[in-house]
């Protein structure tokens, strides 16, 4: 195999030149970190199953005409995407209070909020990823008018349907991470969902137990990491091909 051309490598996933113009490979990693990677760990398998997860996540998103950068899983730890301009900013959908809301404002963990609630993060690891409003974002240029338009839009859309496919599978949708990116065709210009969406950016609960299937498990080490990302994929009906037995997937070709 050719060695390819990496472009980027972030805490979790790895992105490759892409076999044609306008695509990139997109690598996931085991690697896990927190609180802007003060902390960090393995979570063995997790790249196999987040791949899975976010490549069945982003198909059913599509089919409902959300559009997103995923063109099709490649491996068992490559995806092929299309090669986006990232917007700067993490969009957070709440539905319960759980995290950085429950301490921020003292709202008990758990507690369902009167409405979703939709934050913005500016993507700045050296900032420590800072809370800003819509002011900030158009005001600095991060996004224009019309772009968080389209990106609240889709991010509503994306929260209502998640949160009936989690709970048609016995899991709570708490709140999630998402970002968008700019994808030029031609002379156009479209907002996309990016990047991925997987138990490490969601927080997702057992609907009966309130037990955390996410990488809160991580974060709070909390133990059996694998096995809550597992049952995550296992209930979606997902579990990779080879089952729970060969998680590790095969290394980085670089
Ligand atoms: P928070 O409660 O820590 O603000 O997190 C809200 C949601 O966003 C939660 O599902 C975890 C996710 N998240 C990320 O994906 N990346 C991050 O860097 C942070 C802080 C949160």
């Known amino acids: 195999m050719a060695r390819r051309r990496q472009l980027y490598e972030g805490k979790a996933k790895i992105l490759f030149e892409g076999p044609e ?7 996931f990693k085991d690697d896990a970190t927190a609180f802007n990677a003060q902390k960090k760990g393995t979570i063995t398998g997790k790249g196999v199953l987040n791949n899975r997860i976010s490549e069945f996540l982003m198909t059913k998103l599509a089919e409902i005409n959300i559009p997103t950068h995923f063109i099709r899983r490649l491996n068992m730890r ?31 963990e758990g507690t369902r909020l009167p409405r979703s609630i939709v934050e913005y993060y500016y993507k700045n690891d050296q900032l420590n990823d800072p ?39 016995g899991i709570t949708l ?25 138990p490490d950016n969601c927080r997702l609960w057992d609907a009966k137990t309130n037990e955390k299937m996410d990488k809160d498990r991580f974060r709070r080490d909390l133990g059996k990491i694998e096995e809550a990302y597992q049952e995550v994929a296992r209930r979606l009906g997902i579990l990779p091909e080879a089952g729970a037995r060969d998680l590790k997937g095969p290394e980085t070709m670089q």
């Open 21 to 27: 113009p306008g695509t990139l490979v997109q690598y």
């Open 174 to 198: 708490v709140d999630f991470k998402i970002e968008f990116g700019r994808l030029y065709e031609n002379e156009d210009m479209r907002i996309v969902l990016a990047d991925e969406i997987s």
């Open 78 to 108: 490559e995806q092929l995407i299309k090669e986006v301009e990232i917007v700067p900013i993490e969009v957070v959908v709440r539905n319960i209070a759980a995290g950085s809301i429950a301490q921020r404002l003292g709202i008990p």
């Open 131 to 169: 809370m800003v409003g819509e002011e900030h974002i158009t005001a600095f240029g991060w996004a224009t008018p019309q772009d968080m338009d389209d990106i609240i839009h889709l991010t509503l859309r994306i929260n209502d349907f998640l949160t009936g496919l989690f709970l048609g599978v």
